[in-house]
């Protein structure tokens, strides 16, 4: 085996890889990248899988003899990106040693046995719909997935396509992230995405790439130009976020700037860790609280308040809120039930924070601080 090929293509084409390929699997074949060359065809492959996706990308270079390598990912990558020259030439006479030279330097490595590598089926689907926007999708929804193992369902983001609009949720149980984008189908379809999963496609993508998407048995696969990944599914179905949606009833709003929201929540959070902010609407202003083991904080962002809160406000997860701001812009319309549940709605967002207990230990102060 040995290959000609461009180093920023083929390093690329590694940075991909080693996102898939795990670094300390007990199945060892499994924490290298398979590289096959054919010589018949001119074409090269390289692929990685692990538990839950598997990626193949096809390479231009120039191919003198059928082969196949196992190399460690983050091993191909780190050689690459020392090598100099437009070209890198890599060779394999032995399955278990590969030369990688570029340049005046050149790298003998070791190579895993690529006998055992158990790769991937690449299926391809019948029936795709065009997706695009990955990495603005996986910044919007994955922070608000689940990280219980014992909710599959909910540890994905569920997608649906209809009427040439792509509508995106997102639910832990305590948050919850409906949103609205174009999209380029008109038909309908379903896909229950591993927020891992979305989150490592964003990774190796940009917003411009359009991808076709569709599923076939228990994979959905992503194909563009010259790569397929394969995403295994997750059991379970989604819950019907229009009916939690439906049964909230803000009886206290306010609308105000996302930034300025956000930047008062970052004011707040210094010196304290896991306590809830206090969040309260009055007058023609949002203020918000918080309280620490050893420091007190308090500030307010400007508002147009059509509903004052009760003196005493609801309590939330600051982190929650702040990683929804970090993403929204804009002008927002916050609004509270009786109960506490929050909505947050922009023009394609939809937010909702089930509120926190009152930090029994802090209530007397922070009446006090009022």
């Known amino acids: 085996m040995q290959i000609e090929i461009n180093r920023l293509e083929m390093l690329a084409a590694a940075k991909k890889a080693a996102r898939v390929a795990p ?13 096959e060359s054919n010589d018949d065809t001119g074409d090269v492959y390289m692929t990685a899988t692990n538990h839950e996706q598997s990626i193949q990308m096809k390479l231009k270079a120039s191919v003198s003899g059928s082969g196949a390598a196992l190399i460690k990912p983050r091993l191909l990558v780190g050689m690459l990106s020392l090598l100099d020259g437009e070209f890198v030439t890599l060779s394999a006479d032995k399955p278990e040693v590969a030369t990688v030279t570029g340049g005046n330097c050149m790298y003998e490595l070791n190579c895993l046995s690529s006998q055992h590598y158990p790769k991937p089926v690449m299926p ?7 997706l695009s926007g990955i990495c603005s999708l996986a910044k919007r929804t994955v922070f ?9 369902a909910l540890q994905c983001v569920n997608i649906r396509l209809k009427n040439n609009s792509m509508y995106a949720e997102a639910c832990d149980a305590m948050k919850m992230i409906l949103l609205k984008d174009s999209a380029d189908f008109a038909d309908e379809r379903n896909f229950l995405i591993p927020g891992r999963s979305l989150q490592m496609l964003a990774s190796i993508s940009t917003d411009e790439d359009v991808f076709e998407v569709g599923d076939v048995g228990n994979e959905i696969v992503f194909t563009r130009k010259d790569m397929i990944l394969s995403i295994k599914k997750l059991p379970g179905n989604y819950i019907d976020t229009n009916t939690v949606l439906k049964s909230i009833k803000p009886l206290y709003s306010a609308i105000a700037d996302a930034v300025e929201l956000r930047e008062a929540l970052d004011i707040v959070s210094v010196g304290a860790e896991n306590e809830p902010v206090n969040l309260i609407l009055s007058g023609d202003e949002i203020i918000l609280r918080r309280q620490g083991e050893y ?5 307010s962002v400007s508002a147009s308040v059509s509903r004052n809160t009760p003196g005493s406000g609801f ?15 804009g002008r927002i319309k916050v609004g509270i039930d009786a109960k ?29 601080a009022a």
């Open 23 to 35: 670094t300390h699997s007990p199945v060892e074949v499994l924490n290298g990248v398979l590289l």
């Open 124 to 130: 391809f689907p019948e029936e795709t719909a065009k």
């Open 144 to 152: 608000a997935v689940s990280k219980d193992e014992h909710k599959p």
């Open 295 to 299: 420091s007190e904080s308090r500030t």
């Open 315 to 329: 309590f939330y997860e600051i982190s929650s809120l702040l990683s929804l701001l970090r993403v929204i812009t």
């Open 340 to 368: 506490g549940f929050m909505l947050i709605k922009t023009k394609s967002e939809v937010y909702m924070q089930l509120p926190r207990r009152e930090p029994v230990q802090k209530a007397e102060n922070l009446k006090q």
